[in-house]
């Protein structure tokens, strides 16, 4: 269908362009992208040359701006890449087979601009387009780059997922090239996770099948990544072979942005070996190298120089790479990953050089990078979400279509089963309204009865409240009125003994007084009741406990002690106390300051506060 797709294509080009006899809009396509890997000056002249043509039709427009997007991508200038793709996409909005490789390019970009939340979602459409079109080499090919996506945003076991799905998509004939490039793509996020056999192992098959296709790019870049697998296991002469390959080859092909990385890779070859002095001198050729191409990969690259500067103490060169960096300005365009190792690295460096100033500053700089790559982490995992949600929605889409065929052709048979189906759902409907309803009457009526019974209790608390306040109240009239008649026998036996007093008094001042008269008043006295003892025995029936308590409390009180403090407890005056007991008022005054002494109380209030309590 593909195949079709771009004949017709070619059709309608060659109809278009029918007054252009001596250009081959075809021709120029093809040679093109043949000089992009080994001549690409050559292909942007041709390029340039074919969109100079007068009508040109929008599909060779399209092809030819997404060529131009490419040679800029090949130039490490991402930024022009997304221009002339984006350029290409307006021209190719009806022609999804070549729209999806115009996609594919820009998705490219993207990751080379560091966007890799952006390029996943650009893949993540393309990768829809090519099952859609049932394009398995074209699917493989956008796996690829998905696994590079992930690669670089350091998910490795995702990049290898992918990269193990596009490899068995791809003819083992048809698609030779394509299946090594993958094949590459692997062998370099083994090359990450630090697998370096299998790296080796793969790198080395990729090799024969770059050189014979004319992938010269390709070939010299797997060349570098072999090189610096070697240098990692100790491989350090066959290192040094493959590297130098790579370099002369590179020279030849005049691409300078490679050509730097690879005399990086020897630097790190000549630092682990703790050839010093050659090392910093290769490092310093890489710099010139990538400065001389504006290449933005000279961030990571310095990032890993000073590094090895800091650990040999050369601190003072490492702040003239700064200075060197500094002035490029390409810092802002290189990619988190690249701009944290530079930050990291030259921080190390201002520490060590006390220059507090700027280290705190780089440190700064380095966490809010970190803080950026975790949110595109973030955001990439959000997007790939979205992307599988609208995969599946799309998928959804189809089944329902599907299903709506068959649909159509049972109609009847499902609206007779729908109207069986609302008659029941009607039935089950009424049953369920009505078990409601049934339902909410029972509770309506227990809530009643719950409200009569709670009604019921309260009344029946209030009651025995009522009835226990009633008995608390007698209660307490008992105690008062025997109280009162406590006190009443107390007075009584005050007055009794007033009279005995005055009897005394009489004789005393009197003579003459007649002995028979005497005799009459004590007879009246005799007759009286024993007030005292009945006093004692009202008082104890009332406050049983007092004496006790009092004499356990306090010990050193004697029994006419514990007498007084019963009138006390009366609320007996002193006056009252004094004529009941035949005592002065003062000696009763100092009865109770000594009663107080041995009870060791000084405060009257506290006294009569305890005696009342007990």
Known sequence: MVRK?????FFVAALSFGQEKNYDFKAAEINARKLLNSNPDKALAIIKKTLTQPDVHDSVYGKTYNLYGIYYGMAGKPDSTIFYTKKSLTYLIDYPALRVKSLMNLAIGY????????????????????????NNAGLATAYGEQASNYSNITDYNKAVDYLLKAIPLFHPQKNRKDLYIVKQKLAGTYLVKENYAFAIDLYRECLPEFKKAGLLQNYYLTLINLGDALTHTSQYDDAAKTLDEAKAGLITYGDKELIGICIFKIAELEAKQGRKAIAIATYDNALISLREAGSVKIIGISGTYIDFLNRQNEHQKA???????????????ANRQDQLAYQNAIAETYKATHN???????YQNTIVIMDSIAAAHKN???????????????????????????????????????????????????????????????????????LKAIEAEKILIQQQHEYEQGLTNSQKEIIEEKQRELTSTALRMANYQDNITTIIEKCNSNNSL?????????????????????????????????????????????????????????????????????????????????????????????????????
């Not at 797709?5 to 294509?9: S, V």
């Not at 702040?319 to 002035?327: C, Q």
């Not at 009286?528 to 010990?555: C, I, M």
């Not at 005592?583 to 109770?592: D, G, R």
């Open 5 to 9: 797709l771009h004949l017709t294509l």
């Open 111 to 134: 990751r080379n601009k560091g966007a890799y939340g952006t390029s996943i979602k650009l893949l993540n459409e393309a990768i829809a387009i090519q099952k859609k079109l049932k």
């Open 319 to 333: 702040l003239s790479v700064i200075s060197t960096i500094e002035a490029g300005k390409k810092f802002r365009d």
């Open 356 to 362: 507090d100033k700027e280290a705190i500053k780089a």
């Open 380 to 450: 990439v995992a959000v997007e790939e979400i979205q992307a599988k949600f609208q995969t599946q929605l799309q998928r959804e889409k189809n089944l329902a279509l599907e299903a709506n065929n068959r649909i159509l052709q049972n109609e009847m048979k499902i609206e007779k089963r729908l109207i069986y189906l609302y008659i029941f759902i009607s039935f089950a409907i009424i049953v369920l309204i009505s078990l409601f309803l049934r339902g909410y009457w029972l509770k309506n009526k227990l809530q009643k009865e719950e």
């Open 514 to 614: 007649n002995i028979n008269d005497i005799k009459k008043e004590l007879q009246l006295l005799m007759k009286q009741k024993d007030y005292w003892k009945q006093f004692e025995t009202r008082f104890n029936a009332l406050h049983p406990e007092f004496g006790t308590v009092l004499n356990s409390k306090f010990p050193k009180l004697t029994k006419n002690d514990i007498e007084f403090c019963s009138l006390l407890k009366l609320n007996l005056s002193n006056k009252e106390i004094a004529s009941l007991l035949q005592i002065s008022h003062e000696s009763a005054i100092t009865k109770k300051y000594r009663i107080k002494k041995k009870m060791e109380i000084n405060d009257d209030a506290e006294f009569e506060k305890l005696l009342m309590e007990i």
